[in-house]
């Protein structure tokens, strides 16, 4: 399995500008998170999907930002418009059916976001 | 409020043992978790913890006590491979999983 993958690894952009984040899940995963990492505030969680469909978005900073989920294996994370205060590494991770409690979640990558 | 409680930093020799110790208080605790992350790259599953007691892994274990929401994971035979950033994790109530802002550890020759 190639693990979960992202989308891109490395953005730039300017502040003000629509931002993209993509993200697949393991095949098979019925849980996917979505994560902030940044120095001063370690890892947050923005927002977890089950089975496609968001149960907790409280993590979301602000209505700029927003993610979608239209199918088992493929999830989206937008900011728009951007501000250089989203400056971090947005993390995706999925776990498989069962007990969230217990199973292990599996991250990608990481997409460094540089808003300027 | 919640929270969990780690060292920011430590360092310790190749060779040599190291605990890294976790406080929380949470809403309810369903579960411990420890990753570890290297500089740049992902979190990756060291392990679970739910019971009381001592869990191990060949060179790694974690214990766990709830009653002093207490944990510690312990690096035994240390390798410089080792020199990453160890993160805690608590699973409360509403089974939220809340992140420790981790532990880097530095490991010399």
């Known amino acids: 399995d190639a693990g979960v993958i992202q989308s891109p690894r490395h953005e730039v952009t300017e502040m003000g500008q629509e931002v993209t984040l993509r993200c697949k899940p393991i095949?098979?995963?019925?849980?996917l998170f979505w994560y902030r990492q940044t120095m001063m505030r370690g890892l947050e969680l923005l927002i977890y999907?089950?089975?496609?469909?968001?149960?907790?978005d409280s993590g979301m900073p602000e209505d700029r930002f927003s993610a979608k989920m239209p199918n088992a294996s493929f999830s989206t994370l937008k900011i728009q418009p951007s501000e250089p205060r989203d400056s971090a590494v947005y993390f995706c991770?999925?776990?498989?059916?069962?007990?969230?409690?217990?199973?292990?979640?599996?991250f990608g990558p990481g997409t460094r976001l540089t808003v300027l | 409020g919640q929270n969990i409680d780690q060292p920011t930093e430590m360092t310790a020799t190749e060779g040599a043992i190291v605990q890294i110790n976790c406080t929380y208080q949470?809403?309810?605790?369903?579960?411990l978790f420890w990753y570890q992350q290297h500089a740049g790259e992902a979190p990756t599953f060291l392990s679970y913890?739910?019971l009381d007691g001592l869990e191990e892994k060949g060179r790694f274990s974690s214990f766990l006590s709830r009653s002093k929401g207490y944990s510690y994971l312990l690096l035994k035979e240390l390798q410089m491979k080792d020199s990453a950033s160890y993160l805690c994790?608590?699973?409360?109530?509403?089974?939220?999983?809340?992140w420790g802002a981790g532990t880097k550890l530095i490991i010399k020759p």
């Open positions: 949470t809403s309810g605790f369903n579960g």
């Open positions: 999907f089950n089975n496609n469909v968001p149960i907790d």
């Open positions: 991770a999925s776990s498989p059916q069962g007990d969230p409690s217990t199973d292990t979640q599996y």
């Open positions: 095949s098979g995963h019925d849980y």
């Open positions: 913890n739910v």
């Open positions: 994790a608590v699973i409360d109530s509403n089974y939220q999983l809340i």
